[in-house]
């Protein structure tokens, strides 16, 4: 929860700026040698900068939100968007759409390396296929291999009780009368020990 309100939140932008102004003063020199400072909305005065880190911060998601914790594109409108009554190097709309790509590619990154050491039951269905299938290769598919066999992750199922991964035999354990029972059993015995007691095992 925000320490402060959002209708409010332009307020503390502008004190961040009239604070590096009185500190650019104090010091004798310019605001703008505190940070690369590129003036996005000329009536309000806020930065790219400033911008790009409201957005990361409180997590915005429209132009309109921008606009209600900076004040940016309240007034001319020209830093909305092209096609206003003067062209701008920079626009809202781009600008948050930039640090949302940035943002969801920094989770994606986060969730891959996270890998096979993240919680097996909120991984995404890549994640947890990967997952399986590290398992399978680390303690069960040499022994399937040198019966002339292997077996393939088919698909998986969630619900509140379960982890229902279906699986298919390839090769000679398609045959194979413990395919249904040992087999089967030292599968689903790795994979709820490495991965979720949540998990069953079944062969199509």
């Given at each position: 929860?925000?320490?402060?309100p959002?209708?409010k939140?332009?307020?503390s932008v502008?004190?961040?700026d009239?604070?590096?102004k009185a500190?650019?003063?104090?010091?004798?020199v310019e605001?703008?040698?505190?940070?690369d400072?590129?003036i996005?909305?000329?009536?309000?005065?806020?930065s790219?900068?400033t911008l790009?880190e409201?957005?990361?911060?409180?997590?915005?998601?429209?132009v309109?939100?921008?606009?209600?914790?900076t004040k940016?594109?309240?007034?001319?409108?020209?830093?909305?968007?092209p096609?206003?009554?003067?062209?701008?190097?920079?626009?809202?709309v781009?600008?948050?759409a930039?640090?949302?790509?940035?943002?969801?590619e920094?989770?994606?990154?986060?969730a891959?390396?996270?890998g096979?050491?993240?919680?097996?039951?909120t991984m995404t269905?890549?994640q947890?296929?990967k997952?399986?299938d590290?398992?399978i290769?680390?303690?069960?598919?040499?022994?399937?291999?040198?019966d002339g066999?292997n077996m393939?992750?088919?698909?998986?199922k969630?619900?509140?009780e379960?982890?229902?991964v279906?699986?298919?035999?390839?090769?000679?354990?398609?045959?194979?009368?413990s395919?249904?029972?040992?087999?089967?059993?030292?599968?689903?015995a790795t994979?709820?020990?490495?991965?979720?007691?949540?998990?069953?095992?079944?062969p199509?």
């Amino acid at each position: 929860v925000p320490a402060v309100p959002p209708q409010k939140m332009h307020c503390s932008v502008m004190a961040y700026d009239v604070i590096k102004k009185a500190a650019g003063l104090y010091l004798g020199v310019e605001a703008a040698s505190f940070e690369d400072e590129i003036i996005v909305c000329e009536c309000a005065r806020v930065s790219l900068g400033t911008l790009r880190e409201v957005i990361r911060l409180n997590d915005l998601k429209t132009v309109e939100q921008i606009t209600d914790y900076t004040k940016a594109g309240g007034f001319c409108k020209s830093c909305i968007k092209p096609g206003g009554h003067e062209a701008r190097e920079y626009y809202l709309v781009d600008i948050l759409a930039d640090v949302r790509r940035e943002m969801d590619e920094e989770k994606m990154r986060a969730a891959a390396d996270a890998g096979t050491h993240g919680d097996f039951e909120t991984m995404t269905l890549v994640q947890k296929i990967k997952a399986i299938d590290s398992a399978i290769d680390e303690s069960v598919r040499q022994f399937l291999v040198m019966d002339g066999g292997n077996m393939e992750v088919i698909d998986i199922k969630d619900s509140p009780e379960y982890i229902d991964v279906y699986i298919r035999y390839l090769g000679a354990c398609s045959g194979c009368a413990s395919s249904t029972t040992g087999t089967l059993y030292a599968i689903e015995a790795t994979l709820k020990e490495k991965l979720s007691q949540k998990i069953r095992v079944l062969p199509i």
